[in-house]
């Protein structure tokens, strides 16, 4: 950030907009879509948050996915690494979005092809945000002593963190079962993929000053 700026500039104010954007459509975004889900058609849980791109959903789905990837391309960092890992996430975060999971039913060669680059995105997408949460956020400048509330700052983004590691550890190990099938009544995917978005958008929140800002 530029030395010369303070914390009322508009230019300041208007990246930390931007990270509280981020941090609210990523926290609601398996909300609107499971409650949104029943509401417009009465359907259940979907086994995936992106199983909601085959429902009513879609739209919800692929504008707040694709929000998330303008809001983290739009924002900056302190340093190249952060400017990296941002638009990193961002690609992979329309990315998701563009190109849909496989569907249940129908399945061709061409929409396997495209289920495989949506799980990529999501997976590297997932595995960026957390590498941020728990690398970048926490950084300290060097000429600074961390203030109490960056300590609280820093114990939140690294539960973030590690909660969307966790998360996707185990959505790979119900993936890799061999009765997995049984399993999908109880939604775990959607849960865990819950988390994950939840946790997610509590550290750029947080990040957006949102809570446990500086005195």
């Not at 909601?52 to 983290?72: H, K, P, Q």
């Not at 609280?152 to 969307?164: E, F, H, L, M, T």
């Amino acid at each position: 950030m530029n030395q010369n700026t303070t914390p009322q500039d508009p230019l300041v104010l208007s990246y930390l907009a931007l990270r509280k954007a981020v941090g609210i459509v990523g926290f609601a975004l398996p909300f609107a879509l499971g409650i949104g889900g029943f509401l417009l058609s009465r359907q259940g849980l979907q086994t995936t948050m992106s199983d909601y791109y085959y429902t009513g959903m879609r739209d919800v789905f692929v504008a707040s996915l694709c929000s998330i990837g303008i809001f983290l391309m739009s924002t900056r960092g302190y340093d190249r690494n952060d400017e990296i890992t941002g638009r990193l996430a961002a690609i992979f975060a329309i990315g998701i979005a563009l190109f849909p999971t496989t569907p249940s039913n129908n399945i061709t060669s061409r929409a396997k092809m495209i289920g495989d680059i949506h799980l990529s995105c999501a997976a590297l997408f997932y595995l960026t945000v957390a590498f941020i949460s728990i690398a970048l956020f926490t950084k300290t400048s060097a000429e600074n002593s961390p203030t109490p509330q960056k300590l609280q700052r820093n114990a939140v983004y690294r539960s973030c963190g590690y909660a969307i590691l966790a998360c996707i550890s185990a959505i790979l190990v119900i993936e890799l079962l061999p009765n997995k099938a049984s399993l999908e009544k109880f939604t775990p995917v959607f849960w865990l993929e819950s988390v994950a978005s939840i946790a997610f958008g509590v550290s750029w929140l947080i990040k957006g000053e949102t809570i446990l800002k500086d005195e």
